[in-house]
């Protein structure tokens, strides 16, 4: 069963911040999350693992609450770059690495 | 650079037809992934690759075959039994604990 993610959809003007979470009824034994440009192919943002961490790639963080299973990504002062596809990537512990993905949250920054 | 190379980026399929997607990766990763993605969808698993000569079904396995006879190369053919087989293609691999690097994609449509 893939995670469930909220909102769908994000309309920003940049500089303003948004957060966008990922729910997982399974177990979470980490987190990945991915953004994608459309057209093309999505791209490694960062990996969340067991305890609670919280990560940071340029003004974009994530957390991670495995009792809650839930992870959040947090934007911060957004820019016309952030736009595109968001997907959280559950990954369940089992071998072969291999992610249920989200449906995926659209985030659009506008000047 | 190290990446993964999808071809071709564009495929137009006849009812009935067998064909076949590439994969190569020169990142010396094990495993391999393919990814199906349908419009305003997330990204469902087909198949999947740990090591050579060895590959899993995903959760949409039905109307696809795979090989794994080298460890750059995972091609996908998608068969004449796959009934809506229209869609975007995305090929991946994985270092081990690492996120995913994912290929170009090839954009399959029937015509």
């Known amino acids: 069963q893939q995670p469930v993610q909220s909102p769908q959809a994000v309309i920003l003007r940049e500089g303003e911040d948004a957060v966008i979470n990922c729910s997982s009824s399974?177990?979470?034994?980490?987190v990945h999350w991915y953004r994608q440009k459309h057209g093309e192919a999505p791209v490694f943002l960062m990996i969340?693992?067991?305890?609670?961490e919280q990560k940071g790639h340029e003004k974009i963080s994530a957390s991670f609450n495995e009792k809650k299973q839930q992870s959040s990504l947090y934007l911060t002062a957004s820019q016309l770059s952030y736009s595109g596809t968001y997907f959280c990537?559950?990954?369940?512990?089992?071998?072969?690495?291999?992610?249920?993905f989200g449906q995926g949250t659209i985030l659009t920054v506008h000047p | 650079d190290g990446g993964i190379t999808q071809s071709p980026k564009y495929l137009f399929r006849k009812e009935g037809q067998n064909v076949t997607l590439s994969c190569e990766q020169n990142?010396?990763?094990?495993?391999m992934y393919w990814y199906r993605q349908d419009p305003g969808q997330g990204l469902r698993l087909i198949y999947y690759?740990?090591?050579?000569?060895?590959?899993q079904k995903g959760d949409i396995a039905e109307g696809y075959s795979v090989s794994r006879e080298k460890k750059e190369s995972f091609p996908l053919t998608v068969t004449s039994a796959q009934k809506n087989p229209t869609a975007f293609y995305l090929c991946?691999?994985?270092?081990?604990?690492?996120?995913?690097?994912f290929g170009s994609g090839t954009r399959l449509t029937v015509v």
């Open positions: 991946a691999s994985r270092r081990d604990r690492g996120g995913y690097t």
């Open positions: 399974k177990a979470l034994y980490s």
């Open positions: 969340l693992l067991k305890g609670g």
């Open positions: 990537g559950r990954y369940g512990g089992t071998s072969y690495g291999k992610l249920t």
């Open positions: 990142l010396n990763h094990d495993a």
């Open positions: 690759s740990q090591i050579v000569n060895d590959f």
